[in-house]
């Protein structure tokens, strides 16, 4: 059985910083891509930004230059720091992994549970 645990989310004023961590723990062989995914109320699941294993970045247009994503393979585990956020980056944000284990011989995607984020004054 392999988890995702974010942690990190809180209440933030517009044009503060949070930094978001995601542990994956079981048994785990590999971890391929890695990414964060958020989901505002009414609006549907989207992409924040994803990082391979090898550290090649991709982020939305709406997070450019404010969001940074990393990982750190040795510990399964990876991190959002968020800058300059504003009122629209509240949301639940979701771990997501796409994770190999000894049992066989696909990845297979996994998420977090999410954590909230709220910027407001």
């Known amino acids: 059985q392999v988890q995702l645990v974010e942690s990190g989310g809180g209440l933030v004023q517009p044009g503060g910083s949070l930094r978001l961590s995601c542990q994956a723990s079981g048994i785990i062989w590999s971890i391929s891509d890695m990414g964060w995914y958020r989901q505002a109320p009414g609006k549907e699941r989207e992409l924040v930004a994803t990082?391979?294993?090898?550290?090649?970045?991709n982020y939305a247009d709406s997070v450019k230059g404010r969001f940074t994503i990393s990982r750190d393979n040795a510990k399964n585990s990876m991190s959002l720091q968020m800058n300059s956020l504003r009122a629209e980056d509240t949301a639940v944000y979701y771990c997501?992994?796409?994770?190999?284990?000894?049992?066989?011989?696909?990845?297979?995607?996994?998420w977090g549970q999410g954590t909230q984020v709220t910027v407001s004054s």
């Open positions: 990082i391979t294993r090898d550290g090649s970045t």
């Open positions: 997501n992994a796409a994770v190999q284990t000894p049992f066989g011989d696909m990845y297979n995607s996994y």
